[in-house]
Each structure stands twice: as structure tokens, then as C-alpha cells.
């Protein structure tokens, strides 16, 4: 297909290039497995129709149920962290619009994303479906539980700012595997990177962030 038709099936195509070029590699991004996915999926199809226009553009956008999806560069700088191979099983805490569990199953074999918010699941449920994702489980749950039964993980990605590194999740990661968090008070956070290695935690700081709080269980009390 030529970029001419790629215009002409997908009038997005040349915003997520510029998002690609100037908010991603521009500032760093250089994983190119991260750069080629983000230049693949579709955005727009996860934002509201009525936030079409903005979904490239260098912020967070309202998905409803006082959610937001993410900053593309946060998305970006959180993927690389996790040098993910396409070999990975992939534990996502926060689906909320689906658009970053797509990348997610674009860079690894398999996921599993948890939404405490039903109706975002099945949001996002639908368009992953409708985009042809077959890789992809997303359930409704607390998921600073984890998910138990299909531990150990080989990466696990919050995408909710946790007031400490939840225990929990880090005993569900497999010995060698990488998580990418938000830790901190509702204010600001850190954004981690903790890699477990031979038993032991190795945590680097990648950058000051905002997310939405982690809620209930291992997380912030409420809403
Ligand atoms: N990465 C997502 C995307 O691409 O749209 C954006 C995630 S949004 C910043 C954070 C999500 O975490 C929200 O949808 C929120 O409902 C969810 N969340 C908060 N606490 C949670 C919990 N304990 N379990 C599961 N999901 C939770």
C-alpha cells in the first residue's frame, strides 16, 4: 500500500506519524519496536468520537468514568522501560481505554489487562475485538490483587499511580522480569522501572509523572 492510500483509508495516518516523529523520537524514544507499534495502532479508534481530532496530540483525553488515556510519550517511555519480546506473557493493571494493552499485544505473546471500571472494560473489549486482537484477556477486578492463577509474569505494567510498590504484584513478576509503575502521593509520582533479579529488586527512577490513583487494595483508599 502506498502512503497515498494509506491517507486515503486512514485519515489519521499522517498525525500519528508526526506523534511518531516529533513526541516520541523526538524526545528520545528510541526502541523501534515501540516507535513502529505506535505508529501502527489506531488511537482515535480508543478516544471518545467527539476527541478524534486531539487523539495525537501531546496530552491526556477524557475516556469517561473520570478516566483519561494517557500522554502518548508516557505511554512510549513506560513501554520501552519494559524491553518487552514477542516471547512475553503481560500483566496490565488499568486497561482503561485499550489503546496501550493493543501496543502491548503488538510487543509480546500474550495479555492480560484488569479494569476495576466494567464499563471501560467493555469498551475496550470492543474496539480490541474490532481491531482483530486475538492475544488479549481483559477482565473487571481490583487488579492491585494481581492475577494469582496465571503468575509469574514476565512484565507488569500500572498504569495508576500506587501510593508504594505494591508487594503483591512484585511477587507475580518472574525471576528476570521488568515492572513499569507510578509510585508516589496522589500529587506526583515517580515513574519506576523494578527488575527482579536472582531474588533481588533493582529499582531506577525514569520520570516525575501524574497518573490517576490506583484504587482499593494495595492502592489508594478512594476514588
Ligand atoms: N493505559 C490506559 C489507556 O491506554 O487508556 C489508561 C489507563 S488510566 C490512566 C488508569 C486506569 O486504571 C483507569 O481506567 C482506572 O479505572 C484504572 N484503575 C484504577 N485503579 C484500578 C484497580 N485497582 N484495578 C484495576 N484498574 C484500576
Known amino acids: 500500500m502506498t502512503l497515498f492510500d494509506q491517507i486515503q483509508s486512514d485519515p489519521f495516518a499522517s498525525d500519528r506519524q508526526r506523534m511518531v516523529e516529533y513526541q516520541l523520537r523526538g524526545r528520545g524514544i528510541r526502541d523501534e519496536r515501540v516507535l513502529d507499534a505506535m505508529a501502527r495502532v489506531p488511537r482515535h479508534e480508543f ?3 467527539r476527541f478524534h481530532a486531539q487523539a495525537y496530540e501531546d496530552h491526556p483525553i477524557p475516556i469517561g468514568y473520570g478516566q483519561t488515556i494517557s500522554q502518548p510519550y508516557i505511554v512510549a517511555l513506560m513501554l520501552e522501560a519494559l524491553a518487552l519480546e514477542p516471547t512475553d506473557k503481560v500483566l496490565e493493571i488499568g486497561t482503561g481505554s485499550g489503546y496501550q494493552t493493543a501496543l502491548l499485544a503488538e510487543l509480546a505473546a500474550s495479555v492480560y489487562s484488569i479494569e ?4 471501560l472494560a467493555q469498551n475496550a473489549e470492543r474496539v480490541l475485538a474490532k481491531l482483530g486482537y486475538t492475544n488479549i484477556v481483559v477482565l473487571v477486578g481490583d487488579g492491585s490483587e494481581g492475577l494469582p492463577q496465571d503468575a509469574p509474569f514476565d512484565a507488569i505494567i500500572v498504569s495508576a499511580a500506587a501510593p508504594e ?3 503483591t504484584l512484585v511477587e507475580q513478576l518472574r525471576d528476570g522480569g521488568r515492572m513499569v509503575i507510578p509510585v508516589g502521593p496522589a500529587h506526583a509520582q515517580e515513574l519506576q522501572l523494578v527488575q527482579k533479579q536472582q531474588g ?3 529499582v531506577s527512577y525514569l520520570e516525575g509523572c501524574r497518573f ?3 484504587i482499593t487494595g494495595q492502592g489508594y483508599p478512594s476514588e
Open 47 to 49: 478516544v471518545p468520537e
Open 116 to 119: 476495576r471500571h466494567a464499563g
Open 165 to 167: 510498590l505494591p508487594s
Open 200 to 202: 533481588q529488586l533493582l
Open 212 to 214: 490517576v490513583p490506583l
